[in-house]
């Protein structure tokens, strides 16, 4: 039953590429710092190009968006809400006076068009019930709004401070983007300033050196600005997300270090057992360099199933955390050798005076307390870690998923102030459900008909409001009603309405105008409730491959049937656990002053599949780390209890150190603005925790223990499995030159100062 295999594995892919950059140590360090510049050159040359609203559309709506878009190239609409602060009537004459310079001020303002007064015929419900608020509306020239709407910015914020006793202020697509990319941006900066010295100092805990920490930083860093780079001239062809950079930087972190964690401490425990500084090179790169191998096509694999997301951001973020991770893995098998060939002992220097580099590579105490008593009880172990992740998992069975929207944006900011005072005032009015209607000949009147009878059915109905207005194109070939929904937006009220309207409204009323045809109903819930759907059809998908391609990686590195089971069942245990915190804190708003956020009442329809897939790859570093220790010992005839205690003593400090810098940099997510990014940290920082703590360190070894050679139970009949060069032999590691097995203990030479 049990599989052994006599054969070295010295010489597979990874000890190749390590023997090769320490002999070769100019070409592999200057090599690489080529790439890095020649990257960011290139990178910083051609900018990134970001998918445009009319490329992240997604079914009905999103093919209605299009032919908006195609019809109606130049239009970017603006409000500026006119709000009397001392009891002004806005029917009076001293409101309309206001108005009236409002209106004259932004036609005399550069790129501002088709400004519209509330008081003008065929412009109802730009005047509040409640007499104190009114709305301009004009629109933007050209393209790029965003860029030309600086201006009428500034006009309303001199009109603001001018017009005493009213509050003035502008909202719309182009002033929100504005202002929401900016605090995107400071966010991102805030992530990036702090998440580096907060890496520092848990590296240097970890290792007890300042050098020995600079080292897995440095590469970790150089990958991400490559990889963020790279992204730039890849973004030409296949736009991406805005987010990219943030998602980049979190993973490149992660495996950057990861991997050159594992490699540097491999490297340093063959030190402490006597070999030379060569002889440690060589089994730290066919060791572990083999296991960051596995564990980096692994990730990739689980990246990959972002492709079959169906979503342009999927498909974005998919590119970018490949790209990073590939560029991270060839980083630690070619530069990292050749760096710590050419520093040796001396990764030492800089040493922490109250941590001694040079013994920190035993087992932790605590870890081997924790797992002697897991390997004595391991059904009890098992029925006590797995109770409590049935437990925190109990929330997913009502998780309701959502775009966030406007409720999930900070409101910190300025203009989102004025979007809820602007809700207030006019509720619905910007949240519609938008009925495209395209045709060459269409009726006008017919539209209009259509349009009062939808008015009468608002009027009647909880699931709508008023104003309903029409937008015809310029060339007349298409006819925008837009109808205000009930709701927030992305609640169930707003998401009811979009059904009602597309299943008995629509096909009741809208029939009836000739010359034209129904495109379909757009606008943000559609858009919402269509990504939903999305998500529900394609789920299974990813889930199949990312499954599949990491049982047959896990099959084939190990081979055992068994193994790539009980990861794969683990990794789920995990992600339910996650996926119930989130559940629990953001969509039933427990600690919202804790985190300061204030509940949507849903989690992020796009997390649940970036947690899966992300949490099922970092997890497999520590997985694939874990087992190949364990299968070194057993390569070497220790019994499976004996080769699982080893393996999990042995790495549990470099894991745990690995777990901290990613919940530290997870963490900080959790910190910003944005709910949608606070989901991201929480979701992760909590699942990389619960998965180095509760899976690793408990109900691995305890199953594993449980049975005994069963673990690497391989059929017959899959035998002729190949193990490719890459994934040859065990990963034992090199014989020492003094003696054939040398115990692993610190050396008692002090470390180079």
């Given at each position: 039953m049990t599989q052994r295999s006599n054969t070295n594995g010295t010489d597979n892919l990874a000890a190749r590429a390590g023997r090769w950059s320490a002999q070769h140590r100019k070409k592999a360090i200057f090599g690489w710092l080529t790439f890095v510049i020649l990257a960011v050159f290139i990178g910083g040359s051609v900018g990134t190009k970001t998918i445009s609203d009319d490329d992240s559309g997604i079914g009905e709506s999103g093919r209605a968006d299009k032919v908006v878009s195609a019809h109606f190239p130049d239009k970017e609409s603006e409000s500026v809400l006119i709000q009397s602060q001392k009891g002004v009537n806005n029917r009076s004459p001293e409101f309309r006076e206001v108005v009236q310079t409002v209106v004259a001020r932004l036609e005399a303002t550069k790129d501002v068009r088709n400004v519209q007064t509330p008081y003008a015929e065929g412009n109802p419900g730009t005047l509040s019930e409640d007499g104190k608020s009114a709305l301009v509306t004009f629109e933007l020239r050209g393209d790029d709004a965003q860029d030309k709407v600086d201006p009428a910015l500034t006009t309303v914020s001199k009109l603001d401070s001018q017009q005493t006793g009213f509050r003035i202020e502008e909202f719309g697509d182009a002033s929100a983007g504005r202002a929401l990319d900016q605090a995107f941006e400071d966010d991102f900066r805030k992530a990036e300033v702090t998440s580096l010295p907060i890496t520092l100092i848990i590296l240097i805990l970890a290792f007890g050196a300042l050098l020995a920490a600079f080292v897995p930083l440095l590469l970790a860093i150089t990958a991400v600005a490559a990889a963020i780079s790279l992204i730039g001239p890849i973004s030409q062809i296949w736009?991406?997300?805005?987010?990219?950079?943030?998602?980049?930087?979190?993973?490149?972190?992660?495996?950057?270090?990861?991997?050159?964690?594992?490699?540097?401490?491999?490297?340093?425990?063959?030190?402490?057992?006597?070999?030379?500084?060569?002889?440690?090179?060589?089994?730290?790169?066919?060791?572990?360099?083999?296991?960051?191998?596995?564990?980096?096509?692994?990730?990739?694999?689980?990246?990959?199933?972002?492709?079959?997301?169906?979503?342009?951001?999927?498909?974005?973020?998919?590119?970018?955390?490949?790209?990073?991770?590939?560029?991270?893995?060839?980083?630690?098998?070619?530069?990292?050798?050749?760096?710590?060939?050419?520093?040796?002992?001396?990764?030492?220097?800089?040493?922490?005076?109250?941590l001694k580099p040079e013994k920190r590579t035993g087992e932790p105490r605590v870890w081997s307390w924790v797992l002697d008593r897991v390997l004595k009880r391991p059904l009890v172990a098992i029925i006590a870690a797995g109770g409590v992740l049935v437990v925190l998992a109990i929330p997913v069975f009502h998780i309701h998923t959502a775009d966030s929207g406007t409720d999930g944006l900070p409101r910190s900011i300025g203009i989102m102030q004025t979007y809820d005072r602007m809700q207030v005032a006019f509720p619905g009015e910007q949240f519609t459900?938008?009925?495209?209607?395209?045709?060459?000949?269409?009726?006008?009147?017919?539209v209009q008909q259509a349009a009062q009878e939808l008015r009468q059915i608002a009027r009647d109905s909880d699931a709508f409001n008023e104003p309903v207005t029409i937008d015809t194109s310029p060339d007349g070939e298409l006819a925008v009603i837009e109808v205000p929904l009930a709701g927030t937006g992305s609640d169930d009220t707003s998401m009811a309405a979009v059904d009602t309207l597309r299943n008995d409204v629509v096909p009741r009323i809208l029939p009836s105008v000739s010359g034209g045809e129904v495109v379909g109903v757009s606008g943000f819930t559609a858009g919402s409730q269509d990504f939903n759907e999305l998500m529900a059809s394609r789920i299974w998908y990813v889930f199949a491959f990312v499954f599949s391609v990491a049982f047959l990686l896990l099959l084939v590195t190990f081979r055992?049937?068994?193994?790539?089971?009980?990861?794969i069942l683990l990794n789920i245990l995990s992600v339910a656990a996650a996926m119930g915190i989130v559940t629990y804190v953001f969509q039933d708003g427990h600690f919202e002053g804790l985190l300061n956020f204030d509940s949507t009442g849903a989690v992020s329809s796009w997390f649940p599949l970036m947690l899966f897939v992300i949490l099922f790859g970092l997890s497999m570093d520590y997985h694939v780390f874990i087992l190949s220790r364990?299968?070194?010992?057993?390569?070497?005839?220790?019994?499976?209890?004996?080769?699982?205690?080893?393996?999990?003593?042995?790495?549990?400090?470099?894991?745990?150190?690995?777990?901290?810098?990613m919940v530290g940099v997870f963490g900080i997510f959790a910190t910003l603005q944005f709910i949608d990014m606070k989901q991201f940290g929480v979701g992760l920082a909590t699942a990389i925790l619960i998965d180095a703590t509760l899976v690793r360190g408990v109900l691995l070894p305890a199953a594993m223990k449980l049975l005994g050679d069963w673990n690497w139970y391989l059929p017959s009949w899959l035998e002729w499995l190949p193990k490719g060069p890459a994934l040859e032999g065990s990963p034992e590691p090199v014989k020492p030159e003094t003696r054939e097995h040398a115990p692993v203990r610190p050396d008692p030479r002090p470390a180079e100062a």
């Open positions: 736009p991406v997300d805005e987010a990219i950079s943030s998602v980049v930087l979190l993973i490149g972190l992660a495996v950057g270090v990861d991997y050159s964690l594992f490699y540097l401490r491999r490297e340093r425990e063959e030190r402490a057992a006597g070999r030379s500084e060569e002889a440690a090179l060589q089994a730290a790169a066919a060791t572990s360099g083999r296991a960051v191998l596995v564990s980096g096509i692994t990730v990739i694999a689980a990246m990959a199933g972002m492709y079959f997301g169906g979503a342009a951001t999927f498909i974005s973020f998919a590119t970018g955390t490949i790209l990073v991770v590939a560029i991270a893995v060839i980083g630690s098998l070619t530069v990292l050798p050749a760096v710590l060939s050419k520093l040796g002992d001396r990764v030492n220097k800089g040493r922490v005076p109250f459900a938008d009925i495209v209607l395209q045709g060459s000949n269409l009726d006008k009147a017919q055992s049937i068994v193994i790539p089971i009980k990861a364990i299968k070194e010992a057993v390569d070497r005839g220790e019994s499976t209890e004996s080769a699982v205690s080893h393996g999990i003593k042995s790495t549990a400090g470099v894991v745990t150190a690995a777990a901290i810098v």
